[in-house]
């Protein structure tokens, strides 16, 4: 292999992130180096298994990661803008939509939402970390390094072009030769070794973990919401892990799992990936659902109305999120009796979401609103959601399907649903909890004007595209004739994408503004908040979370502390707490599992198996070590609590 | 977390005397509904992919009998050392364990010694991961069980040379269950792979 098969060349707009990842990453070591930081990193974040901070280095990938795909996605829309135009090759454009959806769904949406359970579920139930910190940290690093892995392929070796689908036989080795493919399995499969542990891990921690007195009905409806998640979590990547590595075998080991030659079924492909996709979907939505009640209870200062109702209607959606994947191709031809179950089963998914809608409806009834700016975002997604899903039970529909199918009319309907429900969701919880993890709030007033900025954006762009469906315009194609009568609406959807280009813009201005700018919050309940994470002593919690568990008397626990007045600590209640110790073999198996990654990609085997003994060695040295953590003592908790009430 | 180690948990077997080996014990079981669903994925894929054998030979042609049955046979005998052995550390007798831990690895190794010869034939015969679809499901399927038998038997290896060096505790005790959890798992799964593979593969004639 030649260097310029190695690295991508010949694209002025390649050269240009050439040039911004050199840049970027000699200023990142060059401060590093002069403000003497290198230990503090080691030290601080990269051996840490302190739940707070993986939850905020999740936070911080997401958000690159939204950069990442964002960029795609005005890209794209600059490409479509008008008829005819060559910004980009149709080669090009297969590829930034592929990358564009990919990194959205699994590397900015799933991260930013994972970040938020680890930040607030051990301090919503009371807890001092997560039931397996070592495995956390193990969990982000290997989502980290996978995304790498993925990222890096648009400079190196090409990105992958057969949609995030990945359909075959469009992804085989004869339709999609080179290395792309190949960095789509291998950068999914690292990353979801680490979802599926995040899986387990909360699980265990919800069940096992929570302050004496919370009953599962009592848990904070975020937490049920995480737990429920976990639980699809588990039984649904380990079917994407398999599909990943049936095609991976397909194209390097040359069997025929999903070939048209020797005797393969293609379709079988598209049935295993929804059969995790679907469920992915409610991974992504589910937890959104979680915080949009939180907030929306908090901010109508009332109890969540319908509580129950709340958790049986998550449960039912998880349950029917794992039958209804067929209806991503009713236009496959199984016939009319399989397309018809799926459709009901389909329609069915709008009952339990229905009643989640009037729920949050009724907890705003008669409840005294603040237009805070995580309310805003909540208000936000009840309209624009249930625009969203009131065009999914039109595509549930299988014989209008063949109408809808593949147009952008679904295309639409989906950023309805996934921008609406999860990006908004994620945007509310981040600036709800930001406070928590940074002491201070996000600016109101700017805050309010991303709001605003991208929420009208976010309309101006998607809702054209609805009609533009309707007109016949398929999904997927890097341009169009002027004859077709589309030019008008695209345009407009273009103006609509760079509104939310700008809005996102507002947002880290924000973040550089309100570092510099806010007043520190004194108490760790900036908001007058329900649940425990607000309980916690200073406005970030210490790293042991409570000096002493909270007891739990019934739901909205804090508030019920907050009105019986019982928030007066008895100092002999304090014992020494017992805490998990760092490490580094985490980020190091991790490091082994991108080098193994990256020599599969370009199928040097050797380097693969380099990188898969690293792996092991780590494991071994792992499993031999006997680490029982260490103890936080009674003093140093009480020199904490003092230093906070000066 | 909390207080473990100042607890104190008598009555309770040894493994889940420490607050991290309940949690450990709890999670591997949820790890195990994991690999169901991995397994699951691939019986379907096998099932789907079953008769497509596109000209080439079939599983009635090559799958006999004798080699399988001594795989049988020699897992499902591990298993119950394997369960001697837990036994063995409830009675607190390291001397035990060892040796039934011991026989327990030498059957799995046995096992996959005749797994790695039945896959040598069916290659010399003309059977490879690239010959049809049907060969390809068939492959990684067994190749699957036999990656985890191989994997399981380095682990609790590992765990049988921490039990010479720190003796039984609640951290190793726990160890040396949750493998035992996985040695009885793989047990299940080629149950399953043996009816539904084997079985029918020479009893029914496909496609």
Known sequence: MKWDEFFVTGDPLIYGADVAIAVTVLAIVSVLTYFKRWGWLWREWLTTVDHKKIGIMYLISAILMLFRGGVDALIMR????????????SQHYNEIFTTHGTIMIIFMAMPFLIGLMNVVVPLQIGARDVAYPYLNAVSFWTFFMGAMLFNISFVIGGSPSAGWTSYMPLASNELSPGPGQNYYLLGLQISGIGTLLTGINFIVTILKMRAPGMTLLRMPIFTWSTLVTSIIIVFA?????????LMTFDRLFGSHFFTLSGEGLDMLWANLFWLWGHPEVYIVILPAFGIFSEIISTFSRKTLFGYKAMVYSMIIIAALSFLVWVHHFFTMGTGALVNSVFSITTMAIGIPTGVKIFNWLFTMYKGRIQFTTPMLWSLGFIVNFVIGGVTGVMLAMAAADYQYHNTYFLVAHFHYVLIAGTVFACFAGFHYWYPKM???????KIGKWCFWLFMIGFNVCFMPMYFLGLAGMPRRIYTYDPESGWFSLNFVATIGAFLMGAAFILLVYNIYYSIRRQKPEVSGDPWDGRTLEWATDGAIPPHYNFAVIPKVTGLDAFWRLKKEKQRERIDD???PIHMPS??????????????SGFGLVFEWFWMGIVGAVGVLVIMILRSLECDKGYYVSVEEIKRDLSSIKQ | MGNAHQQTHEGLPLEYRSETGKLNILGFWIFLGAEIALFSTLFATYMVLTGRTAGGPTPQELFEMKG???????????SFTCGLAIHQMRLGNLKGIYVWLGLTLALGAGFLGFEIYEFMQYVHEGATIGTSAFWSAFFVLAGTHGVHVAFGIGWIGLIMLQLAKRGLTPETSAKVFISSLYWHFLDVVWIFIFTSVYLSGMVMSHG
């Open chain 1, 237 to 245: 990547f380990p079917i994407l892990t398999v599909a990943l590595a």
């Open chain 1, 438 to 444: 940074f002491g201070h709030k996000l600016n109101e």
């Open chain 2, 68 to 78: 399988v049955l001594t795989q049988t046979f020699l897992l499902l005998t591990s």
């Open chain 1, 78 to 89: 600059t490409q479509l803008a008008v008829p005819n135009a060559g910004f980009l090759n």
């Open chain 1, 573 to 575: 209640a304090i014992l």
């Open chain 1, 582 to 595: 760092h490490s580094g073999k985490p980020f190091m198996m991790s490091v082994f599992f991108f080098i």
